[in-house]
């Protein structure tokens, strides 16, 4: 039985490195250790040893045993691993250029919101975020927009389901959350987590209950301005924007500001852009964005003193500043993921 048991293994030891395949495997598997496998056979003539040598003839079959599974188990491991490196192919050389024309380039709006916050960058404005899913209190309240004030309306705002509301920030007990409807909510955000004085931007993305067409999607970007210091005044405010405008559209753009309404700025105002190298909308006044100074009351629900500090904010769309910016007609260009649209901003 020794010898029988020595020539199995020293076979089987032989044969393991010829087997590749996973049927190769199985059938080198069930040679030995199938019903009318060598080690099966090998474990029947236990029966036949005499009494006294049992023990002895136990041990030489466990060992020999252990020695065939331990065999199968290197065997299957090479085999899986050679299957998985064949699925794989060859291994790539991370260090290879990329193949013609696969090279990535980035989204004509990421490209302007860039452009953007390098503008503001250069006055000294960083950039700030906030969650795109807020609470009424973030998006409405805090900026002195009334629970009667038309952006709250179904209507016009996404708000989340009534099991989500939240204990609420607000004095009215239990809120909605929304989907933020513009990214005013950060200017809160900002001023409860930082002591003044605050000079960011907040770009992102922003939701409205509009219709698509030609001007409106319900999913668009913006962003939002912010400065609060000691004495910041209209001067400050014209002088940002300006600057936004000559830096974006170049020396010959022009700003106005017309007096308009916003519940977070006291003034407010609408800021239209005039620039003789606009294409089509040359030299026409164009309204660009909302600005003011902060009004006093923002500042009360953020817990700062309106009588020691001033502020000037403004908020403008992405998607608009692109379009006047490239003279794209229609906002629908930006989400249709056309690569011949695509690619002219390469
Ligand atoms: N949040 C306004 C909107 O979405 C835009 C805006 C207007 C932002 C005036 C401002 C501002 O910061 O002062 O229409």
Known sequence: MREQLASIISEATAAAPAIVTRPDFEAFKARLSGPNGSLTSAMKLMASVPKEEKPAAGRLLNEAKAAIEKLLETTLARVEHAEAAARLGPPEDPTLPPPDDQEGLAHPLTKVREEIASVFHKLGFTVAEGPEIESEWFCFDALNTPATHPARDMQDTFFLPAQTRCAGTSKHGSEAYVLRSHTSSVQIRTMLARKPPIRIIAPGRCFRRDTVDATH??????????????????????????????????????????????????????????SPDLGRLSNRWLEVMGCGLVNPKVFENVGYDPGEWTGLAFGMGVERIAMLLHGIDDIRHFYANDLRFLRQFA
Not at 218 to 244: C, I, M, P, Y
Request: without cysteine; glycine residues 6%; aromatic residues 16%.
């Open 217 to 274: 999607s319900a999913n668009f970007h913006q962003v939002e301005g912010l400065w609060v210091d000691k004495g910041v005044t209209l001067r400050d405010l014209k002088s940002v924007l300006d600057f936004f405008v000559r830096e974006m559209f170049g020396n010959s753009a022009e700003i106005r500001l017309r007096p308009s309404f916003f519940p977070f700025t006291e003034p407010s105002f609408e800021m239209d852009l005039r």
